[in-house]
């Protein structure tokens, strides 16, 4: 009877044991790949920014002289290139970062000042879009169907051509 209960509470301890290192096993891994996330979408931004190519103000001058207008287009169009060049990563980002979040032992804080720092460039693109969907629909195909815009492009020197 001894060598059962002794038995018993062998196993039991191993059990134990055994979810107690799985479940570290899993916050080790979910943690090595929400780092390496965070490394992926950044080497991928970075790509997507070192372009030569500008919009010049002969480029959209048939558009509108519009400042207001031009820096709009400008700006949603560059957001969204970003974004889109981007998206695969940052969607792994995302998984990565609301597993780890889903934990119980997960440093929360840690996580949002990061989520901050990545959720940038998609929140850009989310507040463009408001600015820009309020001009009138010719103006935007007009903006839309320019080829370059349609790239990513170096927002800095595109800047510079404008002053």
Known sequence: MNNYIILFFAVFTSIFSYAETSEQTLTNYLT???HNS???YDTKLEKCQQTKATITPDDVKHISNDW?????????HYAKTQDLCTRNELERYSLFSAKLQALADSDKTMLDKYNQLIMAIPLAYERTKADYFIF???IR??????EKLNKPFNLMKTMDNFN
């Open 38 to 40: 965070i490394k992926a």
């Open 32 to 34: 090595i790949e929400y």
């Open 141 to 146: 195909e007009q903006f839309s169907g320019l």
């Open 136 to 138: 009138p629909e010719d």
């Open 68 to 76: 207001n207008i031009i820096s709009s287009a400008l700006s949603y």
